[in-house]
Nanobody
Framework: QVQLVESGGGLVQPGGSLRLSCAAS????????MGWYRQAPGKQRELVAG???????NYADSVKGRFTISRDNAKNTVYLQMNSLKPEDTAVYYC???????????????????WGQGTQVTVSP
């Protein structure tokens, strides 16, 4: 069993900052890519930022230069530093991780997608 637990959401004024964290726990042998997605009311879930196990990153155009994704492999944790927040950043933010639970699964190339429960980010005056 694998769990992803997010924290750090909340209410912030435009121009403010928040830092989201997502810790993976449970049966984990290898964690590959990790990422943050968001879903605003009435919209589809979209990728915000991703990071590979080697540290390569990618961002949605709408957040480039404002958001920074990072990870601590020793803690199985991924972070999203969000600066210069805008009202349009308001959404539920979800953590995602590609995980192989055991050494045997890793050898077989078995990788599973896991999601956190989501954390609300609201940007409002």
């Amino acid at each position: 069993q694998v769990q992803l637990v997010e924290s750090g959401g909340g209410l912030v004024q435009p121009g403010g900052s928040l830092r989201l964290s997502c810790a993976a726990s449970g049966s984990i042998f290898s964690i590959y890519a990790m990422g943050w997605y968001r879903q605003a009311p009435g919209k589809q879930r979209e990728l915000v930022a991703g990071i590979t196990s080697g540290g390569s990153t990618n961002y949605a155009d709408s957040v480039k230069g404002r958001f920074t994704i990072s990870r601590d492999n020793a803690k199985n944790t991924v972070y999203l530093q969000m600066n210069s927040l805008k009202p349009e950043d308001t959404a539920v933010y979800y953590c995602n991780a590609e995980i192989s639970p055991t050494s045997i699964a890793t050898m077989k190339g078995e990788v599973y997608d896991y999601w956190g429960q989501g954390t609300q980010v609201t940007v409002s005056p």
